[in-house]
T-cell receptor, first 111, second 116 residues
């Protein structure tokens, strides 16, 4: 069954540094994969999604993710972190009609 | 995407009472879902809200505790019944839009519930 694993419940980066949030998936078929962001006291916002059209997916706020079948990974990156990127990030995979979420990674931005 | 609203945005309730949460969407949707996010946790699917029929519940969730209605394509309610402090969570509705974006779920802002 499809699932995702997020490595690291907390990640800290300095402002201006590279952001890398890791997500590995397990799926026997080509998956639909998503990254969502949850800012403090808010709901979830879709950052980007992979639906097999292109392996490098660009999302909002300068984020992108690369689908690597050989590594079963869908890591989220941003070249230069901004203080406003501090939030909880969830990787997710579609399983039938349902979206299955990872445990989340809280991103801290250090001044 | 779509504009999804939830009411109330937050509430503090007493043990043993019930709270009904509303979810309204401004577009035609194919599917609506209800999730729970316990403090510091990820999202767990409670049920799929089916229009005109009983909701489909996930393992560990039952209709008596979380009755759901979906009278039309753009509106659904979730009731948290006979609440206990363990029900303190964020409750979120999500939708899939009719049309080309059907594989994506969009989320409402959530309802923050504290049970005393």
């Amino acid at each position: 069954a499809q699932s995702v694993t997020q490595l690291g419940s907390h990640v800290s980066v300095s402002e201006g540094a590279l952001v890398l949030l890791r997500c590995n998936y397990s799926s026997s078929v080509p998956p639909y994969l998503f990254w969502y962001v949850q800012y403090p006291n808010q709901g979830l916002q879709l950052l980007l999604k992979y639906t097999s059209a292109a392996t490098l997916v660009k999302g909002i706020n300068g984020f992108e993710a690369e689908f690597k079948k050989s590594e079963t990974s869908f890591h989220l990156t941003k070249p230069s972190a901004h203080m406003s990127d501090a939030a909880e990030y969830f990787c997710a995979v579609r399983r039938g009609d349902k979206i299955i979420f990872g445990k989340g990674t809280r991103l801290h931005i250090l001044p | 995407s779509a504009v999804i609203s939830q009411k109330p945005s937050r509430d503090i309730c007493q043990r043993g009472t019930s709270l009904t949460i509303q979810c309204q969407v401004d577009s035609q949707v194919t599917m609506m879902f209800w999730y729970r996010q316990q403090p510091g946790q990820s999202l767990t699917l409670i049920a799929t809200a089916n229009q005109g029929s009983e909701a489909t519940y996930e393992s560990g969730f039952v209709i008596d505790k979380f009755p759901i209605s979906r009278p039309n394509l753009t509106f659904s309610t979730l009731t948290v019944s006979n609440m206990s402090p363990e029900d303190s969570s964020i409750y979120l509705c999500s939708v899939e839009l009719a049309g080309a974006l059907q594989e994506t779920q969009y989320f409402g802002p959530g309802t923050r519930l504290l049970v005393l």
